[in-house]
């Protein structure tokens, strides 16, 4: 058995890809000097490149019967998907009635704004808080820009 080289198989799919207009202009550039220092790989692409210009130029043939694809039909009786109907609505509820006992068992915090702070802000409050609303601030962050607070 023999081994090909690295550049060798990368060429064989370059050859390909070149034929498809599907090559970089630095791969392609990588392809022609493979080609002209490899004569086995040049002597492969021009066996290559003639077999698919004869097969692109060749006329259609008619097919003597059309062809046919079946997908296979699932078979699930009607007493399973019942059953599978059953088990998501039965989640669901189950879902639904841990979601609501949660929510009953939660703290509610009522907040009234102060009226001085509200006075002290102009009338202009972050809700619920009934702080004063807090200036724009833009920091530059690794990730980008944060921008923090609220616009006027």
């Known amino acids: 058995m023999e081994v090909r080289r690295v550049a060798c198989e990368r060429?064989?799919?370059f050859v390909s890809l070149d034929l498809d207009g599907e090559l970089s202009r630095f791969e392609r550039a990588m392809l022609v000097r493979h080609l002209e220092t490899c004569p086995r790989?040049?002597?492969?692409?021009?066996m290559i490149r003639d077999l698919t210009l004869r097969?692109?130029?060749a006329p259609l043939e008619r097919l003597p019967s059309p062809v046919v694809v079946r997908w296979p039909r699932r078979r699930v009786g009607r007493f399973a998907q019942s059953a599978m109907a059953a088990a998501a609505v039965a989640v669901v509820g189950?879902?639904?009635g841990i979601a609501s006992s949660?929510?009953?068992r939660a703290p509610v915090i009522a907040f009234t704004p102060n009226a001085a702070a509200?006075?002290?802000a102009g009338g202009r409050?972050?809700?619920p808080a009934g702080?004063?609303?807090s200036p724009r601030m833009v920091q530059l962050v690794p990730g980008g820009l944060y921008t923090s607070g609220v616009t006027n």
Do not use: K, N, S
Request: charge should be positive; charged fraction near 25%.
């Open 11 to 13: 060429t064989a799919r």
């Open 94 to 96: 189950v879902w639904f």
């Open 55 to 57: 097969l692109r130029t």
């Open 41 to 46: 790989c040049a002597a492969e692409a021009t």
């Open 125 to 127: 409050y972050d809700w």
């Open 118 to 120: 509200v006075a002290a």
């Open 131 to 133: 702080l004063p609303r």
């Open 102 to 104: 949660e929510r009953a």
